[in-house]
């Protein structure tokens, strides 16, 4: 069973930047796909971007393409979300992802608990 924590959410204003951090733990790491959903108030989970376990390759919502970068620090089990220029529209609870497959899948298997991110104007 795959743990995940997350931890880096808060309180920014408009334009500003935030870093997402994910600790993965009771699985091995480099066998899983990894990545980030958000639920936005009265909506629902949405994909935000993914590290895919082959080949490290990265995959984004459009809505999020140019402002967000994901990145995996794979001897730490550690997977990471800058965000940057942030919008009000990116205010959401940010759930970590990890699923077995080589690609990540719109129903990943592992979710963390998910960490407030607030955009503020």
């Known amino acids: 069973q795959v743990q995940l924590v997350e931890s880096g959410g808060g309180l920014v204003q408009t334009g500003g930047s935030l870093r997402l951090s994910c600790a993965a733990s009771?699985?091995?790491?480099?066998?899983?796909?990894v990545g980030w959903f958000r639920q936005a108030p009265g909506k629902e989970r949405e994909f935000a971007a993914a590290?895919?376990?082959?080949?490290?390759?990265?995959s984004y919502a459009d809505s999020v393409k140019g402002r967000f970068t994901i990145s995996r620090d794979i001897a730490k089990s550690t997977v990471f979300l800058q965000m940057n220029s942030l919008k009000q529209e990116d205010t959401a609870v940010y759930y970590c992802?990890?699923?077995?497959?080589?690609?990540?899948?719109?129903?990943?298997?592992?979710w963390g608990q998910g960490t407030q991110v607030t955009v503020s104007s």
């Open positions: 992802v990890a699923d077995p497959w080589a690609t990540m899948r719109n129903s990943p298997r592992y």
């Open positions: 009771g699985g091995t790491f480099s066998t899983l796909s």
């Open positions: 590290i895919n376990r082959s080949w490290g390759s990265t």
